[in-house]
């Protein structure tokens, strides 16, 4: 008979993961506490480097079960999900979803349903640059200027030129001017590919 875990994970430590373990007790699921693991978090990291997502892996084995209540509790995108159940399935650890209704993704239909999960993550994403770079296009059109404000005036730039022709360090420029080594190295390229 297969053992069945629990991943649960919350985000911030004024959150609770006793809501996670009740839904996947209600959904008929029997977890021991021994094989429910609860941490918190952020989702922002990458599951392979959590430290309870890494105890829940070193006790899985072949023909173990995983539930979870949600996708985003796998992952912190699409592609960081997929990447976790394919790894999970080459274990032979089946892992099931409660909000898709139980659903084993690694299963066919799973796998269509993380497939057409990864494509509208994708598309969203291929959204997202393409309106970002209308942006940029429609500021660069309107005479906007684009990127961080130069830290140094232009007479400055040209003294900082000056001052390297003359042999002056980098670090003594940036030094008597105020500013970074690689804003006075920026000057130095810039003038270079001229």
Known sequence: MSRV?????????????????????AAGYKVTPQRTITE??????AAAEREG??????KLE????????KLDRLGRNAMDVRATVEGLAGMG?????LALGGMDLTSPAGKMTMG?????????????????????SRAKAEGKTLGRPMSLTPEQAKAVQQRLDGGD???????????SRQTIMRIRDAAATV
């Open 62 to 69: 072949d023909g173990d079960v995983l539930i979870v209540t």
């Open 5 to 25: 875990f629990a991943y649960c994970r919350v985000s911030t430590s004024d959150q609770t993961t006793d809501n996670q373990v009740q839904e996947i007790a």
């Open 169 to 179: 360090a980098i670090a003594a420029i940036a030094r008597d001017l105020g500013t």
């Open 116 to 136: 057409v999960i990864n494509a509208m993550a994708e598309f969203e994403r291929d959204l997202l640059i393409e309106r970002t770079q209308a942006g940029l």
């Open 40 to 45: 918190t978090v952020s989702g922002s990291l």
């Open 93 to 97: 650890v089946r892992v099931h979803c």
């Open 53 to 58: 997502w890494g105890r829940l892996v070193n």
